[in-house]
């Protein structure tokens, strides 16, 4: 297995283990009050944007060559580092 291969395994494990957390959120959310509802919704918007720019980066990281795989992981970092200061902030909230 590559280093390419076990980048973008261990990225996805982690993408897919945030996602799964924030649906469970979601549905904490929902069974709030509701004018809470919507300050989550708003919330709730942001950490998926965050998520699927994250998600996209890392389809465009696993379509790369192998030569040129490396020059993205700085990316691929910034924006899974977004999803999860992003989705902490929720989970604090709610």
Known sequence: MSKQDV?????????????????????KA????QEVKEKYAEQMDKVREQSRLATAKLDEL???????WHKMVADMEKLRHAFIGSFHYFKSQV
Do not use: F, G, W
């Open 30 to 33: 929902k069974e709030a009050r």
């Open 62 to 68: 696993t379509a790369a060559a192998e030569s040129s």
């Open 7 to 27: 980048y973008v395994t261990k990225m996805k494990a982690q993408l897919d283990e945030l996602n799964l957390e924030l649906q469970a959120l979601e549905l």
